[in-house]
């Protein structure tokens, strides 16, 4: 199986940058795509940006376009997610999903336990 692992959290001022990593380890095969999703207090989890392995394809929600970047070192199995001009709309639980062939016949979505990301004004 694989696993996958989010770091990077914490606190910022509103207008300042955060990276955060998302590193997949274990028995990997490939990695389909990646995705960042985030969870505000009293909100569903939304996504932030995903990343295409084969291709380097980005796609991001509207309310980060522009602001945030999603790339990944595929050496590392590594995605980073790159948070610049942060508002304090932005805080909220940031989670990892990859979608890995871990050898058992069939892509299989893996998520991370989150990082907290608080952005205060």
């Known amino acids: 199986q694989a696993q996958v692992a989010e770091s990077g959290g914490g606190s910022v001022q509103a207008g300042g940058p955060l990276r955060l990593s998302c590193a997949a380890s274990g028995t990997i095969f490939s990695i389909n795509h990646t995705g960042w999703y985030r969870q505000a207090p009293g909100k569903q989890r939304e996504l932030v940006a995903v990343?295409?392995?084969?291709?380097?394809?980005?796609n991001y929600a509207v309310s980060v376009k522009g602001r945030f970047t999603i790339s990944r070192d595929n050496a590392k199995n590594t995605v980073y997610l790159q948070m610049n001009s942060l508002k304090p709309e932005d805080t909220g639980v940031y989670y990892c999903?990859?979608?890995?062939?871990?050898?058992?016949?069939?892509?299989?979505?893996?998520w991370g336990k989150g990082t907290l990301v608080t952005v205060s004004s």
């Open positions: 990343i295409i392995t084969r291709g380097n394809k980005t």
């Open positions: 999903k990859a979608a890995i062939n871990d050898g058992r016949g069939s892509l299989r979505d893996y």
